[in-house]
């Protein structure tokens, strides 16, 4: 589907689909009761979206060894997925479903894409962004983008009007741990990855990520998510905040650093969580608690193969990549309100029935006729 201008109707439909890859059915037909019952007034959507983290990484969710109490407030104040499943257990599919409602394969997005790849997002496919910018929404991205580092595939050419972050993931650098250790001569260590750059734009803000740089991830993610809410209080705004952590190799800021039991990942953890509380801040302080969406989940499960690197699934079965953790907090006021209409649908605090993450997308008319014709 190219982007086009939507009627309100069509673009609440969109909406809907995209959004029922992320939620479900029910959360999504809310969202979009929200947005047909005050139409002078949109709601903002937020999702925070980590990378790598574990199911069992949130205190809701079982963590251990250290502290997550803004997104237990979040859980309380919100809904709790415990049966979550995104579109695919790795970083670029999980994102092409995330943002585009389509089975990642469908649209050419398989794995983890490389630096410098010939592959990445259509400019055919319609993100999120591209749908709510049409309605007047503000659109932003601060962190992971990872569908293509060419200039065609970067976010402010897929609808988002801010972008400041990686443009894949953070160990796709030259100091690699894997590289690092190699003599300075090696073959392999000169095959290796190109300098990681950080895009402010689309320009090239920090043209060599250091670890030092690495350390401030999660803080300067954080600093942008909030300036933009602040700026953008009085228009309806989609905000993407997609933190490059708990994604090896783990960096945190000092101000965590040494803080937990578990040692590094739970500090990274606590930061995240600092993060969710800073942004719920800034909701509260721009009085948008009322008016905004926000969504918490991950990419994808962790990466056990990293011991005390990697989160902790604690499901013991094979679906440890591919089942996430994820939390929604809506407005209660209309929450309340639509859960009557639909017969307590989303009065329940623990949404413990499957959501799997494109298993809902209704086969709309024009994606039947997109098969039909590619095929
Ligand atoms: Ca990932």
Redesign the pocket.
């Known amino acids: 589907m190219r982007a086009r201008v939507l009627s309100l109707s069509r673009l609440l439909t969109a909406m809907r689909l995209v959004l029922a890859s992320v939620l479900g059915w029910g959360m999504a037909a809310a969202f979009q009761s929200a947005c047909a019952a005050s139409p002078g007034a949109l709601p903002n959507l937020v999702i925070i979206f980590t990378?790598?983290q574990g199911y069992a990484d949130v205190g809701v969710f079982g963590a251990r060894g250290f502290k997550t109490p803004n997104l237990d407030r979040l859980a309380a104040g919100g809904r709790i997925f415990r049966n979550f499943h995104v579109a695919q257990p790795?970083?670029s599919a999980?994102r092409a479903g995330l943002l585009t409602g389509c089975y990642p394969n469908r649209i050419g997005i398989h794995g983890?894409l490389g630096p410098r790849s010939k592959v990445g997002i259509s400019s055919n496919e319609t993100t999120l962004a591209e749908l709510v910018k049409q309605r007047g929404y503000a659109t932003a991205i601060f962190g992971k983008w990872h569908l293509g580092d060419a200039p065609q595939f970067l976010p402010l050419r897929h609808g988002f009007d801010e972008y400041f972050g990686l443009p894949y993931?953070n160990d796709m650098w030259p100091l690699h741990p894997d590289l690092v250790k190699l003599p300075p001569n090696d073959e392999r260590r000169k095959r290796g990855y190109p300098d990681l750059v950080m895009f402010d734009g689309d320009k090239i803000a920090i043209p060599q990520v250091t670890h030092e740089d690495q350390n401030q991830l999660t803080t300067w993610y954080t600093q942008h998510a909030v300036k933009f809410i602040e700026k953008n209080k009085e228009r309806p705004f989609f905000l993407y905040l997609a933190h490059n952590m708990p994604?090896v190799p783990l960096h945190v800021s000092d101000k965590f650093r040494g803080h937990t039991e578990r040692g590094l990942y739970g500090d990274v953890i606590e930061e995240i969580d600092w993060s969710v509380g800073q942004v719920m801040d800034a909701l509260r302080r721009s009085g948008l608690e009322e008016k905004t969406w926000v969504i918490f989940t991950?990419?994808?499960g962790p990466?056990l193969c990293y011991g005390d690197h990697a989160g902790s699934a604690n499901l013991g079965d094979l679906h440890f990549r591919q089942r996430s953790l994820a939390l929604l907090w809506r407005p209660r006021r209309l929450g309340l309100s639509i859960a009557r209409r639909q017969g307590h649908l989303l009065g329940r605090r623990h949404a413990r029935a499957l959501r799997h993450a494109l298993a809902w997308t209704h086969p709309s008319r024009h994606r039947v006729q997109r098969h039909a014709d590619d095929y």
């Open positions: 990378d790598d790795v970083c999980s983890a993931s994604h991950s990419d994808n990466w």
